[in-house]
C-alpha cells in the first residue's frame, strides 16, 4: 500500500479547498430551491356572497341531505343533473365538469366544513375576517395575502395581481400590487348589494324581495366583451377593476356567451403570471352568490354562476400550460348558507362551508378536514352546516408547504395571534 505524506501547508489547502467546495454547494442549492419557489404561482379566489357549499361540493350520500335541500337538492351520481362523484358521500354540482375532470386526475379536492372565525353571517364582517386574516373583524387594515408577499422576499418587482371589482382587502397592505380590469368602467358602489343584504336579511318580507330584485338585475346585465377584452392588455396596470365573471342568470346565454367570456378571462390571467418575470399570486373576486331566492339545483342562479367559475378554471388550466405543475389554486367564501332551504326557494346567510383546493402542484388525496355530517344533532344551532376546519388553517398549509413561509411567520404576522391554528399538512 502507497502512503501519502501532506506537509501541513498542503493539508491546510486541502482543508480550505474542501471547505470552499462545500460553501459553493450549499451557496447553489440556496440558489436552486429560492429559483424553484420563484416559479410557484397561488391563486386565491374568493366567491363574494356566501357560497352555499352543499350545492358546490352535495354530500348527496349523507342520508340528512335531500330532505333538508328540498327543490336545491342536487341529484344523485348518475342522475340527470345529478352529482358529479368524488366519493361514496361527495360530489360536484353538474356545472363543475371541469373540475371534476382534475379531481379524477388528483388535482382538486375539498374542504366540506370550513369556516372562518367569524360567526355573526355578516357580509362585511365576514369577509373582512377572510380577507385580514385575523380572528376577528377590524382586527387589521391589511391583507394576509399582502403580509405573505412581504414575507416572501423585499419589495421590488410586482409578484401580485387582484382581478375583480374591487381593490381587495387581501392584497392592501405595503407590497405593490397590480390591478386587472377585464372591461367597462369600475364598479363604484359595489358594496351596496351587500349593505342592503346584511340590513335586510331578517326582514321575511324585503328580505326576499331584495333577493328577487337584485336576481332580476343580474339577468339583465349581458356579458358583451369589450375592447380590453378583445385585445387583452399585454402587463398588468393599476386602475378600477370589474367583476371578472359576466353577471347573467339564463343558462343558454351563459353557454353562448359567459362560459366562454369567463375561460378567456382565465386564460388571459394566466397570461400575466408565465410571462418571464410574471406575477406569482393573483387574487380573483367573483360576485352574486348570496342566493337567498330562487337558487336553483342542477340548473338555475347558482349553477349558472359555478358554470362561469368552471370556464374560469380551465381558461387558467389551459393557459398556464406546463406552469399548471407549479400552480395552486383556492378557492373561498366568506360563509356558506343554512342547511335547510327557505321559503323562496333559496338559502340564507349560514356558517361552514366549502373550498376548493386545485392545481398541478396539489397531492393527491381525498377530503380536507372532517364532515361533520347533516344530522339534526351536528347542525350549529340547529340551522348551519358545523365548521371543523378553521380556514386559517388551509391557507397556512398552502403558504408554509407551496411558497415556502415559515410557520412561525405565518402565526404571528400573516395570520396574527394565530399559533392555535394549526397547517393543513400534505396538500402539496
Known amino acids: ?23 459553493l454547494l450549499a451557496t447553489r442549492a440556496v440558489a436552486d430551491s429560492e429559483r424553484a419557489l420563484a416559479a410557484r404561482k397561488l391563486v386565491v379566489i374568493i366567491c363574494r356572497g356566501g357560497l352555499d357549499g352543499l350545492s358546490l361540493s352535495p354530500p348527496v350520500g ?34 363543475l365538469s371541469g373540475v371534476h375532470a382534475l379531481a379524477q386526475n388528483g388535482q382538486a ?42 414575507a416572501m422576499g423585499p419589495a421590488g418587482k410586482v409578484k401580485a395581481i ?20 377585464p372591461g367597462g368602467k369600475s364598479q ?22 331584495l333577493a328577487e330584485g337584485l336576481a332580476t338585475e343580474t339577468m339583465a346585465k349581458t356579458a358583451v366583451a369589450d375592447a380590453a377584452l378583445t385585445d387583452p ?36 390571467l394566466a397570461g400575466f403570471m408565465v410571462q418571464p418575470d410574471g406575477v406569482q399570486v393573483a387574487a380573483v373576486s367573483i360576485d352574486n352568490f348570496d342566493t337567498h331566492a330562487n337558487q336553483g339545483a342542477g340548473e ?23 406552469r399548471w405543475r407549479d400552480t395552486v389554486v383556492v378557492m373561498a367564501t366568506e360563509f356558506g348558507r343554512t342547511a335547510r332551504v327557505n321559503g323562496t326557494n333559496g338559502t340564507d346567510h349560514g356558517t361552514a362551508s366549502t ?34 376546519l378553521d380556514m386559517r388553517g388551509l391557507f397556512k398549509g398552502v403558504l408554509r408547504d407551496h411558497l415556502g413561509i415559515e410557520r412561525a411567520t405565518l402565526d404571528r404576522t400573516v395570520f396574527p395571534n394565530s399559533a392555535s391554528v394549526g397547517a393543513v399538512a400534505n396538500l402539496v
Open 109 to 150: 379536492r375539498i374542504a366540506p366544513a370550513i369556516a372562518t372565525p367569524d360567526r355573526e353571517r355578516s357580509h362585511f364582517e365576514a369577509q373582512d375576517v377572510l380577507e385580514s386574516g385575523a380572528g376577528e373583524v377590524y382586527a387589521s387594515s391589511s391583507g394576509w395575502l399582502n403580509r405573505a408577499l412581504a
Open 233 to 268: 392588455p399585454a402587463s398588468p396596470a393599476q386602475g378600477g377593476m370589474q367583476s371578472p365573471l359576466p353577471e347573467m342568470s339564463d343558462p343558454r346565454t351563459a353557454v353562448r356567451q359567459g362560459a366562454p367570456l369567463a375561460r378567456k378571462i382565465g386564460a388571459t
Open 355 to 388: 373550498a376548493l383546493v386545485l392545481g398541478g402542484a396539489l397531492k393527491r388525496g381525498g377530503i380536507i378536514g372532517d364532515w361533520p355530517t347533516l344530522r339534526q344533532a351536528s347542525l350549529l344551532e340547529n340551522r348551519d352546516t358545523y365548521p371543523t
Open 162 to 181: 387582484s382581478v375583480g371589482p374591487t381593490s381587495p382587502l387581501i392584497l392592501r397592505g405595503p407590497i405593490e400590487a397590480a390591478s386587472w380590469s
Open 188 to 209: 363604484t358602489d359595489h358594496r351596496l348589494p351587500a349593505i342592503l343584504q346584511d340590513l335586510y336579511a331578517h326582514d321575511p318580507l324585503l328580505g326576499p324581495a
Open 300 to 322: 338555475g342562479q347558482l349553477a349558472t354562476r359555478l358554470a362561469y367559475v368552471d370556464a374560469f378554471l380551465d381558461g387558467l388550466r389551459a393557459g398556464m400550460g406546463d
Open 1 to 23: 500500500m502507497t502512503h501519502v505524506t501532506l506537509t501541513r501547508r498542503e493539508a491546510l489547502a486541502a482543508a480550505a479547498s474542501l471547505g470552499l467546495t462545500f460553501e
Open 62 to 95: 349523507d342520508p340528512d341531505y335531500a330532505g333538508l335541500r328540498g327543490p336545491i337538492a342536487i341529484g344523485p351520481f348518475g342522475g340527470p343533473g345529478g352529482a358529479l362523484k368524488l366519493d361514496d358521500t361527495f360530489g360536484l354540482h353538474p356545472s
